[in-house]
């Protein structure tokens, strides 16, 4: 007796309907690369995985206006080959290069990645860099909502049953900001962060950042741009005692939220070190 | 279910569960033993096949998945006599072969990347082998095989 | 030098065809019609007393076919070598988490699982010892059997090395150095998970398809445990897919339990391991604490070395008595004292258990002595390799064991190879002279650095044991050729070897040559598949085999060519004759068969005699040394702690390089293991329960974490080993993790004294307690 049956969609259209029939409980399957993970520890808690992996609409990369659509089903390898991507959101793509092996990245898709939630999740921090919003569909209708209101904790999503991540969007980053993705790991492939960083950065004529993102990963419960250090920087001559400063602020942060774990030992002075870091390498020339 | 499907250049059609892996059919389903079970979680690459062009774990691709698509394990891996290819020959004349268990997987990591960028740097080429693990030889004579092999089919193009 | 025509050359790995294709059957590969499927219950718990234990429901589980216990053993299944504690399944306690306690057969593996659930187990928890500081204390729970001498009973070994008085040294010198080392367990993980195939014959005994090590070993523990006259059982080894020592106990404990069940349903019966069963149930390095005193003169020259040492053998005795001696004796490094005194202890624990692995407590201990050492280089202010040269064991020395060197001893080449490889003096300067500023760490700092270490090995099995082997050869009628070895090859190459040294002395192609797969119905017995010792003993071994059928095939081309023995010569495989007509060396077999002849031969070679006291700590512990050094050049994160080895060089001294590809292999796979070792290997056992179940918490080097590696083999033959060989095996992973550690000390100026050098050790200093839980355990032996 298998432990659950599956069906592939063609369109977003049958995914909907699939994954809304009544009687059994449907579970979008798009990489696989977690859920596989996770049935072989745990019990399935669906009956049915309906295959989204393959469903054209959900492959688009594509730029419509001022705007960037990437589709939920687009793979880790997909998004770092976009010359698209590769031009406005490179904080994306060395994210995406980041993440387990070639293999784990040929199958393995960002929309899997947010929906899943992981505290350390390489793709959250750049998506969050670049201001995402998620954008949802059910039989129900459409529903949008910023990346960070839609992780609501490790491994909780705002998702509905029935719904699926069809695609997510951000705005092109200004014109001259530069980007940067730094991943620890305990080793430097096949590896879970211990700590992520992105940064979107750009300075005026005058030298003054005029445009700085900032957003680290497995470093807080939910994602979250850190704007209070963003704050000490726009505007400013990006000095070095500037950077050691939100770097030490980015800390203070992080443990405001998380309060003091067994881990923030560590963590406290990792993410100095990589918040200055990251901030020197998109603001410093 | 039935599952349709190429395999090794063959249009193939087998009725099996739609719950197990890949790895569990290609093993289990059609004997084809090559392909390695090291981890069971897409850890260690001993099960990699090449699936539409794309080096991919068996572990963590379901059977179903694979329906439609062209899937090549190590079975489909041979030179114009049936014998070893280049790249096989090669990691014999490398010495890239100890215990063996990874070798099939790491003989697919290295043609999914000659598929994609036929004249790799060595530093690509561990990129490459990056999801396959191997614990007896430290890599450098599996690069070495896998360097020679583009070096000699990109003089021969 | 001779000069050889296959020795030393490169050659094809006999049976590397076969992987590459992936047409070679390991154990998961193979299946038989009517198989049964295997599978263990196991313990949840580290330690507790079986009060009830009733298979019956197991036995009403649709497909289930068999179910044993201890009680299906002779002796409770009671084995082990050297100490005999441990059950081939458990009885009347357990004694760690994984520990089996019966073992199921079944139609499928589903049906296995269904009856390992409805078995009714009952364990009445018992506390457990999960420090080994605290084992010997008078009120620690009782993990290892009942001592009748009155020892502690967690009490398993003592070893030591006694030369004169080092603490009094060490008071009276000018400059010293006492400091503590740890190091962790290490899992083997060779990629393939254990497992075995058992198939009942027709006379009521069993054939065994193990990936085991030592199939003899196997075969006698099977024979004592069945209960069956050793004709009755044939162990064979199929390709296995990595050991590096792991493969013994386990594989044993599995065959034990598949053959039963084979006997028991007349079916052949396969167990497999998950990755997760893996983790959890093998055996794994040894755990040490060690605390070492060393002395100098202002000079340099090293006085005096005070090594203690606790070793963690877990639940069972394994071969940590073994493990603790060799440790023992390489404790110091390869260097002269006028005073040395050694002590380890092996002590019982309820965290796993402990058995062999590459290095075999040498790796251990060189970790510890090797930054020691390192750090007295500092102290006295003498570049590393400089005091590492003055002070390191050279030719006529003698060691602090009493031992004298007088032959074969590489160290100083080595060392200098290094130094000139790395490009030592002057990245040395370089990175040191940032030194003054190493206190102030800036954020944003990557610093390099660069680091030695030295390294002795005792070849082969030492004082452990007697040290012997078999080989055989056989012309066949199509005139291949066939030879077998008592010693096995797991990824080794050490039958490509044989069949070099087999074609060497014969002056045939290796091509015509089969080396037989290890088998005890067809091989002769020859001692364990351990510490590197299959090149020099199953080698010579096979020389002598070889040239007993070369002297056969001599008189035979004599006779046919009507001449003198000394007036032939060899062109190729041909014979020739002062006629100077060259006759195939076929037609020399045929005349030997017509002549009457024998074609084969067979070749024993036994080392020579050598002794250790163990009472008085000295002696002459192994018939020699290989000798090495290593440098690692690494960067160093000041803000982050992550270290990448960015380059990597090795010189050896093997006595005699035989298969290039071979030796060079097992060089850069050992580097990376110790690379692994080093740097992120780490298994936590939290009271008892193992917390790394899988590739993804226990992490080992990927192909972007190890560096390309430079080697170099100095070759300082050994009279004995055959061509003057010795061993590379275990050796090559030995010096690695101190010459990293010794590196991120020169490009920080911080010690890391405690493995492995994870991100918050060398960030922070020290390593930071996640805690954990038993549920890590569980999921993994609950897997469908």
């Known amino acids: 007796m298998p432990r659950f049956d599956y069906v592939r969609a063609g369109s977003v259209a049958e995914a909907l309907r699939l994954l809304a029939e009544p009687g059994l409980t449907s579970r979008p399957l798009a990489g696989g690369t977690d859920v596989l993970v996770y049935i072989r520890h745990e019990r399935a808690p669906f009956d049915r995985l309906v295959d989204i992996s393959r469903v054209p609409e959900l492959k688009i990369i594509e730029r419509r206006g001022n705007e960037v659509v990437v589709g939920g089903a687009v793979t880790y390898t997909e998004a770092a080959e976009s010359p698209l991507l590769r031009q406005v959101a490179a904080c994306l793509v060395e994210a995406c290069l980041t993440v387990g092996g070639p293999a784990i990245r040929n199958m393995g898709t960002l929309g899997g990645n947010v929906v899943n939630a992981a505290a350390c999740a390489d793709s959250l921090p750049p998506l969050t860099c670049l201001d995402t919003m998620v954008h949802l569909r059910s039989l129900a209708g459409e529903r949008t909502m910023a990346l960070s209101e839609f992780i609501m904790g490790p491994n909780r999503t705002a998702i509905r049953a029935g719904e699926l991540l069809t695609h997510f969007s951000f705005p092109v980053p200004p014109d001259g900001a530069r980007q940067v993705f730094i991943k620890l790991g305990r080793r430097n492939a096949q590896a879970i962060s211990r700590l992520s960083i992105a940064a979107i950065g750009r300075l005026d004529g005058q030298g003054r950042a005029d445009y700085v993102r900032l957003s680290p990963g497995a470093a807080m419960p939910t994602p979250r741009r850190l704007t209070e250090v963003e704050a000490m920087l726009l505007g400013q001559v990006p000095t070095d005692e500037l950077l050691i400063a939100a770097g030490v602020r980015s800390a203070e942060v992080m443990i405001a939220v998380t309060g003091r774990r067994w881990s923030t030992e560590y963590k406290e002075v990792a993410i100095q070190a990589l918040a200055e870091r990251v901030l020197r390498r998109v603001l410093v020339l | 279910m039935l599952i349709e499907f190429t395999l090794n250049r063959k249009r193939v059609a087998v009725e099996a569960p739609p719950d197990i892996t890949l790895l569990t059919l290609l093993r289990d389903y059609f004997n084809l033993t090559g392909t390695k079970e090291g981890c069971s979680v897409g850890e260690c690459g001993a099960c990699a096949v090449i699936m539409d062009g794309r080096l991919v774990n068996s572990c963590l691709v379901l059977a179903p998945q694979a329906a439609g698509s062209e899937v090549i394990t190590i079975e489909g891996i041979r030179g114009p006599d049936g014998g070893p290819n280049d790249m096989q020959e090669n990691f014999i004349t490398y010495g890239a072969v100890q215990c063996g268990i990874c070798i099939p997987g790491m003989i697919m990591a290295g043609e999914a990347l000659l598929m994609h960028n036929p004249n790799p740097t060595r530093a690509e080429i561990r990129t490459a082998l990056a999801g396959n693990l191997c614990r007896c030889t430290g890599y450098q004579q599996i690069v070495d095989a896998i360097e020679a092999t583009a070096r000699s089919r990109e003089g021969n193009r | ?784």
């Open chain 3, 1 to 784: 030098m001779p000069e050889y025509q296959y020795i030393g050359k490169p050659a094809r790995r006999v049976d590397a065809l076969e992987k590459v294709l992936g047409t070679a059957k390991y154990i998961a590969d193979r299946k038989l019609p009517g198989m049964l499927h295997a599978r263990c219950l196991r313990s949840e718990v580290p330690h507790a007393r079986i009060v009830k234990l009733d298979v019956t429901p197991a036995l009403a589980v649709p497909g289930v076919r068999g179910v044993i216990t201890s009680e299906d053993f002779f002796e409770h299944g009671l084995y082990g070598f050297p100490v005999k504690d441990k059950y081939m399944l458990a009885y009347q306690k357990v004694r760690y988490v994984g520990e089996a306690i019966a073992a199921v057969a079944a139609d499928t593996p589903e049906a296995a699982l269904a009856g390992v659930q409805a078995i009714i187990c009952e364990l009445e928890p018992l506390p457990g010892v999960f420090d080994m500081e605290h084992a010997l204390d008078a009120d620690a729970p009782q993990v290892g059997p009942d001592r009748p001498d009155g020892e502690h009973p967690n009490f398993l070994d003592k070893l030591i090395v006694r030369k004169g008085d080092p603490l009094a040294v060490w008071e009276q010198s000018p400059i010293k150095l006492e400091e503590r080392y740890t190091v962790g367990p290490q899992e083997h993980a060779y990629i393939e998970p254990e497992g075995v195939l058992a198939v009942p014959t027709p006379e009521g005994g069993v054939v065994v398809y193990a990936p085991n090590q030592s199939p003899f070993i196997n075969h006698g523990n099977l024979a004592l445990v069945l209960n069956l006259p050793h004709n009755l059982v044939r162990v064979i080894q199929p390709p296995v897919g990595g050991s590096f020592g792991g493969k013994d106990d386990i594989i044993y404990e599995s065959s034990a339990q598949v053959a039963r069940l084979a006997l028991i349903t007349g079916k052949p019966v396969r167990m497999v391991f998950s990755r997760e069963e893996s983790l959890i149930v093998s055996y794994k390095r040894d755990a040490m604490r060690m605390h070492i005193w060393l002395a100098a003169d202002p000079d340099g020259t090293l006085r005096a070395c005070k090594f203690d040492g606790l070793l963690d053998s877990g639940a069972y005795a394994s071969e940590s008595s073994f493990t603790a001696w060799r440790a023992s004796i390489h404790a110091m490094g390869a260097y002269r004292y006028d005073a040395c005194h050694v002590d380890i202890t092996a002590v019982y624990t309820n965290n796993g258990y402990c058995g062999a692995f590459r290095g075999f407590g040498n790796t251990e201990v060189c970790m510890a002595i090797e930054q020691a050492i390192d750090e007295m280089a500092y102290k006295v202010g003498m570049d590393p390799i400089d005091f590492r040269l003055k002070n390191c064991l050279r030719l006529g020395d003698e060691t602090v064991h009493g031992q004298r060197l007088t032959e074969s001893v590489g160290l100083a080449e080595c060392l200098m190879a290094v130094r000139r490889l790395s490009d030592w003096d002057r990245k040395r300067a370089e990175y040191t002279r940032r030194d003054v500023a190493c206190n102030v760490s800036t954020t944003n700092d990557i610093r390099r650095g660069i680091g030695v270490a030295a390294l002795y090995h005792g070849t082969s099995l030492g004082a452990e044991g007697q040290d012997y082997a078999n080989a055989t050869i056989a012309i066949e009628q199509d005139n291949s050729i066939d030879i077998t070895s008592g010693l096995t090859d797991y990824g080794t190459g050490s039958r490509t070897v044989f069949t070099l040294i087999a074609a060497e002395e014969l002056g045939v192609r290796p091509e015509r040559i089969h080396m037989q797969r290890p088998d005890t119905d067809t091989a002769i017995e020859s001692g364990p598949t351990v510490a590197s010792r299959s090149t020099m003993l199953g080698g010579n071994a096979m020389r002598i085999a070889a040239m007993n059928l070369r002297q056969t095939l001599d008189y035979a081309a004599a006779d046919l060519l009507g001449c003198e023995l000394h007036q032939l010569i060899r062109h190729g495989e041909a014979y020739v004759g002062p006629a100077e007509e060259p006759v195939p060396w076929e037609r020399v077999v045929a005349h030997a068969r017509e002549m009457g002849l024998a074609l084969s031969a067979h070749g024993k070679w036994t080392a020579p005699r050598i002794n250790w006291d163990h009472h008085a700590g000295r002696g002459t512990p192994y018939m020699a040394y290989h000798f090495a050094a290593q440098v690692a050049e690494v960067e160093v994160d000041m803000g982050t702690g992550n270290v990448q080895v960015i380059g990597f060089w090795a010189a050896h001294d093997l006595g005699k390089m035989i298969f290039p590809q071979g030796a060079y292999g097992q060089l850069y796979g050992g580097i990376a293991q110790g690379l692994g070792y080093a740097l992120m290997e780490q298994i936590t056992f939290v009271n008892g329960y193992i917390q790394e179940t899988n590739f993804e918490s226990y992490l080992i080097p990927t192909a972007v974490d190890v560096p390309e590696i430079v080697g170099t083999f100095i070759e300082a033959p050994f009279s004995h080993g055959p061509y003057g060989a010795k061993n590379i095996a275990e050796p090559a992973m030995v010096p690695t993790a101190p010459a990293i550690l010794n590196a991120i000390y020169h490009a920080t100026g911080r010690r890391v004294r405690d493995l492995p050098a994870n991100l918050e050790r060398v960030l922070l200093g020290h390593d930071l307690a996640k805690g954990g839980s038993p549920r890590a355990c569980k999921l993994g032996l609950h897997i469908a």
